[in-house]
């Protein structure tokens, strides 16, 4: 079945280095691709999306890009700061329009 | 601003008891979800309901029902509530003209004794 696959965490970073969560997926078809935030005692936030291969989604300083060839969508930040502290979550939309969620993976930025 | 309230916060329960977990959103959309999240396994959809009174399962309805008797509250009931219930639950909706974008509420930590 279709699945989300992140690289597990924590993560723990200084401020201002340089972010990548590596997200991969299986899935028929043309998935739509996200990445959700949660920060600390909140529910999840859209952070990102991208819809078709080789679109690059961006907010908030964060990017990732549609890669069909390598069927992943890695979240890259230049320079984190510490209230980017929090979990982050890939995830697909399939075909029949179930939204398919990874693990989760914690970051935790130190001044 | 999307506004999805949950009823509390943080609840604890007795193995056996029913429970009850509410979620109410104030944009009118039709679609709304249960999920728990549990850590290592992230957010598995419980319900999810398309309409007033309609209901389908997700991946985990073991041990769960719902109801959906006004639009804007969808309710997630634990019958016979059991520890391996004790979890982070939540609520999401969306309107059916969006289907990329899911808004959350804030979380239910239940936890069962």
């Known amino acids: 079945g279709d699945s989300v696959t992140q690289m597990e965490g924590p993560v723990t970073l200084s401020e201002e280095a340089f972010l990548t969560i590596n997200c991969t997926y299986t899935a028929t078809g043309y998935p739509s691709l996200f990445w959700y935030v949660q920060y600390p005692g909140e529910g999840l936030q859209l952070l990102l999306k991208?819809?078709?291969?080789?679109d690059k989604g961006s907010n908030k300083g964060f990017e990732a890009t549609y890669r069909k060839e390598t069927t992943s969508f890695h979240l890259e930040k230049g320079s984190v700061q510490v209230s980017d502290s929090a979990v982050y979550f890939c995830?697909?939309?399939?075909?029949?329009?179930?939204?398919?969620f990874g693990q989760g993976t914690e970051l935790s930025v130190k001044p | 601003d999307v506004k999805v309230t949950q009823s509390s916060r943080y609840l604890v329960k007795r193995t056996g008891e029913k429970v009850f977990l509410e979620c109410v959103q104030d944009?009118?959309?039709?679609?709304m979800f249960w999920y728990r999240q549990d850590p290592g396994l992230g957010l598995r959809l419980i319900y999810f309901?398309?309409?007033?009174?309609?209901?389908e399962k997700g991946d985990i309805p073991e041990g769960y029902s719902v109801s959906r008797e006004k639009k804007e509250r969808f309710s997630l009931i634990l019958e016979s509530a059991s520890t391996n219930q004790t979890s982070m639950y939540l609520c999401?909706?969306?309107?059916?003209?969006?289907?990329?974008?899911?808004?959350f509420g804030p979380g239910t930590r239940l936890t069962v004794l």
């Open positions: 944009m009118d959309h039709e679609n």
């Open positions: 309901s398309y309409d007033v009174k309609m209901k």
């Open positions: 995830a697909l939309r399939n075909q029949g329009g179930k939204l398919i």
């Open positions: 999401a909706s969306r309107d059916k003209g969006a289907a990329d974008t899911q808004y």
């Open positions: 991208a819809t078709k291969a080789d």
